[in-house]
């Protein structure tokens, strides 16, 4: 069984390998973890393996192998909704109905659920949940399993993407980014997370900040709150996700300003210019209100009110 590309995650690959050796197939997997932490290349390894007509599986070169690997795999299919935030309960429905029929050209037939599918859908799942037919495999992939209802989550073999040891995801993007400095390289593998699918999204990008971002740093740093709320103010429009994603990258940014306090090299110019204009003091304060301002967002509480406070709570 080889799982190679797929990087880390060694224990998780040992597992898995080990059952499906001895042809242990669970109906349904609930696979979890943050963006870019690997969840479908888990699963599409996975149903390789599984589909694999080659001895050691997954070979890469049968021709189940090669028909899923470019995407034309009958019996691998993509339950998705691009449309949506969650996959709409008709697309469930019309899946529903697929379900019962039997595979095209294999044992098997698989499914992947990529996006989220809402408690509507949810529901709509369990009657599938409660008796599978004997071919079917499901994957669900979420980034967070809190969002999956108990009697879905019960009926599933749930599989937790890992966070990269810093060494492995460090030469890793080393070898794909020859052109990168070393710095820019660590910084990545940091701001990551430890998760390839972001170090690989903020060095291919150049390490690019959003401009919401410099305007942030720059009014905490000169202390102006003029900037502040020109920065703050468009951003109520923004969509949660949006908003929660750059107030998680401020907070980032902010410990690693406090960081520098402790010593601790600090990777990105932009909190090594927070970390000098501010006390330790200051900086705590403001990684706490960014913190209730990620709460607020998580709570349901609106985008407009979130950049409300925040720029009242910052000033
Ligand atoms: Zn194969």
Same mark, same amino acid.
């Given at each position: 069984?080889?799982?190679?590309?797929?990087?880390?995650?060694?224990?998780?690959?040992?597992?898995?390998?080990?059952?499906?050796?001895?042809?242990?197939?669970?109906?349904?997997?609930?696979?979890?973890?943050?963006?870019?932490?690997?969840?479908?290349?888990?699963?599409?390894?996975?149903?390789?393996?599984?589909?694999?007509?080659?001895?050691?599986?997954?070979?890469?070169?049968?021709?189940?192998?090669?028909?899923?690997?470019?995407?034309?795999?009958?019996?691998?299919?993509?339950?998705?909704?691009?449309?949506?935030?969650?996959?709409?309960?008709?697309?469930?429905?019309?899946?529903?109905?697929?379900?019962?029929?039997?595979?095209?050209?294999?044992?098997?037939?698989?499914?992947?659920?990529?996006?989220?599918?809402?408690?509507?859908?949810?529901?709509?799942?369990?009657?599938?949940?409660?008796?599978?037919?004997?071919?079917?495999?499901?994957?669900?992939?979420?980034?967070?399993?809190?969002?999956?209802?108990?009697?879905?989550?019960?009926?599933?073999?749930?599989?937790?993407?890992?966070? /990269?040891?810093?060494?492995?995801? !460090? @030469?890793?993007? #080393? $070898?794909?980014?020859? &052109?990168? *400095?070393?710095?820019?390289?660590? +910084?990545?593998?940091?701001?990551?997370?430890?998760?390839?699918?972001?170090?690989?999204?903020?060095?291919?990008?150049?390490?690019?900040?959003?401009?919401?971002?410099?305007?942030?740093?720059?009014?905490?740093?000169?202390?102006?709150?003029?900037?502040?709320?020109?920065?703050?103010?468009?951003?109520?429009?923004?969509?949660?996700?949006?908003?929660?994603?750059?107030?998680?990258?401020?907070?980032?940014?902010?410990?690693?300003?406090?960081?520098?306090?402790?010593?601790?090299?600090?990777?990105?110019? /932009?909190?090594?210019?927070?970390? !000098? @204009?501010?006390? #330790? $003091?200051?900086?705590? &304060?403001? *990684?706490?209100?960014?913190?209730? +301002?990620?709460?607020?967002?998580?709570?349901?509480?609106?985008?407009?009110?979130?950049?409300?406070?925040?720029?009242?709570?910052?000033?």
């Amino acid at each position: 069984m080889r799982f190679d590309t797929l990087l880390g995650n060694d224990r998780l690959k040992q597992n898995l390998a080990q059952s499906l050796t001895k042809n242990h197939i669970s109906h349904f997997y609930l696979i979890s973890g943050p963006r870019g932490s690997g969840k479908k290349t888990l699963a599409k390894l996975m149903a390789q393996a599984i589909l694999c007509q080659g001895h050691s599986k997954p070979c890469g070169r049968c021709d189940a192998c090669r028909k899923l690997l470019s995407g034309n795999h009958p019996d691998y299919i993509t339950v998705e909704d691009p449309e949506h935030k969650n996959v709409a309960v008709k697309i469930v429905r019309q899946f529903r109905e697929d379900v019962f029929i039997r595979p095209n050209e294999s044992d098997y037939k698989i499914y992947l659920f990529p996006q989220d599918l809402g408690v509507e859908g949810q529901n709509a799942l369990l009657k599938i949940l409660e008796e599978p037919p004997k071919y079917g495999v499901f994957f669900l992939l979420t980034d967070n399993p809190e969002k999956i209802l108990p009697t879905v989550r019960s009926r599933c073999t749930e599989l937790k993407m890992q966070a /990269l040891p810093e060494e492995t995801l !460090q @030469s890793f993007l #080393a $070898a794909r980014f020859p &052109d990168a *400095s070393p710095e820019a390289v660590a +910084a990545a593998a940091v701001r990551s997370g430890g998760f390839l699918g972001q170090a690989l999204e903020l060095l291919e990008s150049g390490g690019a900040v959003p401009p919401q971002t410099e305007d942030l740093i720059r009014a905490l740093t000169e202390k102006d709150p003029l900037l502040l709320t020109q920065t703050l103010t468009p951003m109520e429009k923004w969509k949660r996700d949006a908003l929660s994603e750059i107030l998680q990258s401020w907070l980032a940014l902010t410990e690693e300003a406090l960081s520098l306090r402790s010593g601790v090299q600090a990777l990105s110019p /932009l909190s090594r210019t927070l970390g !000098q @204009s501010r006390t #330790a $003091a200051e900086l705590y &304060d403001i *990684s706490r209100s960014l913190k209730k +301002a990620l709460e607020y967002t998580g709570a349901n509480v609106s985008p407009a009110a979130v950049c409300g406070w925040l720029t009242w709570a910052l000033r």
